[in-house]
DNA sequence: CGCCTGCTTGAACGCTATCAAAAAACGTGG
DNA sequence: CCACGTTTTTTGATAGCGTTCAAGCAGGCG
């Protein structure tokens, strides 16, 4: 497997997604105990699964870098996209509270993620009240992304729909850092997208292509640049929210 | 307006909750923390909006008795109802944490409910680990449901997420002593239900008459009772998840 | 070069939406 | 208890968005 895990020390207090902004400034202390907490860190492959569902899983992760999303399955094949993770993103809280893991995860490029252990992790709860709110924190900031995925599920037509997901996913990209002036692109295959909008990977394709005759977007190869963030949010009636800082654990 | 808040002190040791099955134990002395967090109680009626999408809501809730379900909308005014929610269920963590409410929330049947105010509500992470680690487990199995929707609405046919909705429901509204031998009913309309499965009312009633000749349902003015609940899972290639006790707060 | 994965396109079918209207159930006041 | 307005459920007909089937094309990589 092309994974490697590294077991030193971790220094939260020089990680470098702290420096950025957009993220809470935090005491030394407070990264101190965060340090406490991690186990490693490690890279991964694009593709690789690092969730699966139905098992027990005993880590959760912290993006450092890269894309990821989460999915379900029928068990005819038929799968859902749940969601994307961007660095500063918790991975695994679930099933580190509820047992079984329901859903699986998979890296969407290379990625670099740190490594907690279930059962030390949970002490967090014991140990920081503000580690504790900020985990729940990114619960119900998570829970809140999906409350909008599922309106856009159950009530937008399709171009809507392609729209809201990839400024979604702009913004989000934005945010954390993913994007620089040569590389601003979404790195996303139509089949994932079809995946993720419920559509066929046909219709998907074709709604694409007319969101790119509006000049809304370009596609090139297996990743999506968006030339018109407003023009997206107009067609998929959305604004983003607010960027306000959020907690890093 | 409708509504009955009572401000005398809130026993929960004597909650009838507690003594249901399906809620994990509480040791007196937490019983009586969490009482210390409540500033009353209120009952509301049908269709009474507890929280308002783009609102500040300084409560949260806990439901006591009654249905409640959780929704939003477009500009337009096509809406999505969420979730349902039950008695057990913690209401509005995430206007609490994240400010302003993204979603509104509206009573089905008559409620009854237990109030905390915000502020207060927020020092349990300092006051107790076990109960921030209960809000926490609350809001990880809230994210998992909204999973389940969405596999649901993006990629089953309208057949196949009717019969989940319904099952989904039947299970909840068992398991927290909703139903009784003489009422074992899913107090909905159709044009809910519409809203929940992202199809047009025609449609849904159309879906919702194939299940009831299938003998799977039965259809009762503004309520459904469901006769086979093993048939709607085969149906949606689902099954209900194990009835662990979940935490009460 | 050839294979594999991912994107593109056209045609036909069908699930679901929309339109339109009627029937049934419900609530309320007389 | 009945009349009447309102909400909810039901049904039929028509239209359309999105699916499925079936190829063909393009690009990357061994």
């Excluded at 340090?35 to 991964?44: A, V, Y």
């Excluded at 959760?60 to 379900?72: A, P, Q």
């Excluded at 990209?173 to 990977?201: C, E, H, K, M, V």
Aim: neutral net charge.
């Amino acid at each position: 497997m092309d994974t490697s895990v590294s077991h030193h020390m971790i220094r939260c207090d020089a990680c470098v997604l702290r420096r950025m902004s957009g993220f809470r400034s935090m005491s030394a202390e407070e990264a101190k105990l965060i340090s406490g907490f991690k186990s490693g860190e490690m890279r991964c492959e694009t593709g690789m699964t690092l969730i699966s569902e139905g098992t027990l899983n005993p880590y959760l992760y912290t993006v450092l870098e890269g894309w990821g999303f989460r999915y379900k399955s029928l068990e005819d094949g038929r799968r859902q996209i749940l969601n994307y993770h961007v660095p500063g993103d918790l991975i695994g809280l679930q099933g580190a509270l509820l047992q079984e893991m329901d859903h699986s995860f998979e890296a969407l490029t290379p990625m670099r993620l740190c490594i907690f252990e279930r059962s030390r992790f949970l002490t967090i709860f014991e140990k920081s009240a503000d580690l504790a709110f900020d985990v729940t924190w990114l619960a119900s900031r998570d829970e809140r992304i999906l409350d909008g995925h599922m309106l856009s599920l159950g009530q937008r037509t399709a171009m809507e729909r392609a729209a809201y997901l990839l400024v979604f996913l702009y913004y989000r990209g934005l945010r954390s850092g993913l994007f620089t002036s040569s590389n601003a692109q979404i790195p996303l295959s139509q089949s994932l997208i079809a995946d993720t909008l419920g559509l066929s990977l046909v219709h998907t394709n074709k709604t694409l292509k007319r969101l790119a005759q509006r000049k809304l977007i370009v596609w090139r190869g297996r990743a999506c640049e968006i030339l018109d963030p407003e023009g997206l949010c107009s067609v998929a009636e959305w604004t983003p929210p607010e960027a306000s800082p959020r907690p890093l654990i």
